[in-house]
C-alpha cells in the first residue's frame, strides 16, 4: 500500500513528478518516484505513528469497518460436514520482515500441511506453464492496435504512472502501446519492493518457500497472469482503465516509514477491516469521494467478489480431502462476499483463529492452537 503526502481524509497538493504525457515526445522523461527511497521504505518497527493516524483517526476506523462481515483476523478454521479441517489465512503482498515473521501456529500450520495454495502459484509444473509465465500474453497491444495516450486520466496520476514505468525500466513513450491489463499489472506492484532485488519474496511467495522446504505440495486457486488473461477480455475493457487509473492514485507522495509502519501494525493486529477503510481514503483524497467510490465498486466486483468465488469453488476439492492451507491477499477475507462469508455459504463451519499480536474481537472464540 501507498500513502500520499497528505494528511488521511485531508486534501492535498501533491508533488508534481514529471512531464504530462502529451509533452513527453518534446522532452526528457519524467523524473523518478524520489519519494520511494529505501530508507523510506524501510520500517523499523510496525507500530502506528498517532502523527499519521490520530487516535480521533483509528475510531473513525474502527467505526467505519464495524458493519463489514469479518473485519477482524487472519487465520480462520474450516470445517467440513465430516470433520475435514482447513484453514484459510490472510496475507500482506509484502517482503518487509515484520510481515514475513509468520506467528508460529501459522508457520505449523504450512509445514503440516496436505496442501499449500495461493492466489496464483508461481511455480509451475510443466515446460508449456513455463512458457506462459515467460511471455506475459496480454500486455502489449496488437501491432496494428492504436496509440493509446490515455488523454482521459487525470494529468497528475499520468505522471506518476509515467515515472513508475521509467523506473521499471521502460522508455515513457511505450505506455502508448501498453494494455490496459498490461499497465495496471505493473501498477500492482509496490514500488518499495523494488528492493527486494527480486530476492526477498513477498509474504505469498514465502508461504510457498516454507511449503516447499517442507515437502508440502503448492498449488493456485487461479491460473496464472490472472489480470493479463481476464482483463484483456472486451467485457472487461473499464475495469482495466479503472484499474490503471485507482493504483495509479497510490503512487503519488506519501509519508514515508511511519505511514507504513502504521498500515502494516493494522495488518499484524489483524484489523483488516479498518486497512480496508484506510485504503479507500487515499485513492478519495486524489479524485474525490464520489469517483473513488465509482473506482471502488467497480474493482471490486472484479478484484474481490469475482476472484473469491472463483477461489473458493477452485478450493472445495481441497478442503473436502483436509488439511489444506488456503493463503490468499487479506482483504479477500471480510465482506458479504468475502471467502469467509462465502465458506459460510457453501456449507462450511468457519471460524476465526486468533494468533499472537492480533486485536480480539467477540467472535474470536477459537484456540490459536494449529490442528
Same mark, same amino acid.
Given at each position: ?50 502523527? &499519521? ?103 497528475? &496520476? ?196 486468533? &494468533? ?16
Amino acid at each position: 500500500m501507498i500513502f500520499r503526502a497528505t494528511e488521511r481524509g485531508q486534501p492535498g497538493g501533491p508533488w508534481i513528478v514529471g512531464l504530462f504525457f502529451g509533452l513527453m515526445m518534446l522532452a526528457p522523461p519524467a523524473t523518478a518516484q524520489d519519494w520511494f527511497t529505501a530508507e523510506a521504505c524501510a520500517v523499523p518497527k510496525a507500530v502506528i505513528d498517532p502523527a &499519521v493516524l490520530s487516535p480521533a483517526g483509528e475510531a473513525d476506523l474502527a467505526r467505519r469497518a464495524a458493519s463489514m462481515p469479518n473485519a477482524q483476523g487472519r487465520l480462520w478454521r474450516i470445517t467440513t460436514p465430516d470433520g475435514q479441517v482447513s484453514h484459510l489465512w490472510g496475507t500482506m503482498h509484502s517482503s518487509d520482515r515484520a510481515v514475513l515473521d509468520l506467528p508460529g501456529p501459522v508457520r505449523q500450520l504450512i509445514e503440516t500441511a496436505s496442501v499449500v495454495a495461493i492466489e496464483s502459484d508461481p511455480t509451475p509444473d510443466t515446460r508449456a506453464a513455463a512458457a506462459t509465465l515467460n511471455r506475459w500474453d496480454g500486455f502489449w497491444k496488437d501491432s496494428d492496435a492504436a496509440w493509446d495516450a490515455r488523454a482521459d486520466f487525470d494529468p497528475e &496520476v499520468l505522471g506518476w504512472i509515467t515515472a513508475r514505468v521509467t523506473d521499471l525500466g521502460y522508455d515513457p513513450w511505450v505506455i502508448g502501446q501498453m494494455t490496459d491489463a498490461g499497465l495496471a499489472s505493473l501498477l500492482l506492484g509496490d514500488p518499495c519492493e523494488d528492493f527486494a532485488g527480486r530476492v526477498v519474496p513477498y509474504q505469498d511467495n514465502y508461504i510457498v518457500t516454507l511449503a516447499h522446504l517442507a515437502g508440502v505440495a503448492t498449488t493456485g486457486l487461479e491460473p496464472p497472469l490472472p489480470i493479463l488473461r481476464d482483463l484483456n477480455r472486451p467485457d472487461m475493457a473499464e475495469t482495466a482503465r479503472v484499474m490503471v487509473q485507482n493504483y495509479g492514485a497510490y503512487l503519488g507522495p506519501w509519508e514515508g516509514p511511519s505511514a507504513r509502519a502504521s498500515y502494516i501494525a493494522l495488518y499484524l493486529q489483524g484489523r483488516v477491516g479498518e486497512m480496508m477503510v484506510w485504503s479507500d481514503d487515499f485513492a478519495a483524497d486524489v479524485y474525490g469521494a464520489e469517483k473513488a467510490a465509482r473506482f471502488a465498486d467497480i474493482l471490486d466486483a472484479y478484484l474481490l467478489d469475482g476472484r473469491n468465488r472463483r477461489f473458493v469453488m477452485n478450493a472445495k476439492p481441497l478442503i473436502a480431502a483436509g488439511g489444506a492451507f488456503l493463503a490468499v491477499g487479506t482483504f479477500h477475507l471480510p465482506g458479504d462476499e468475502g471467502m469467509v462469508n462465502l465458506l459460510r455459504k457453501a456449507g462450511y463451519s468457519v471460524e476465526r483463529v486468533p &494468533v499472537p499480536g492480533e486485536v480480539m474481537a467477540p467472535e474470536a472464540q477459537v484456540s490459536p492452537k494449529a490442528d
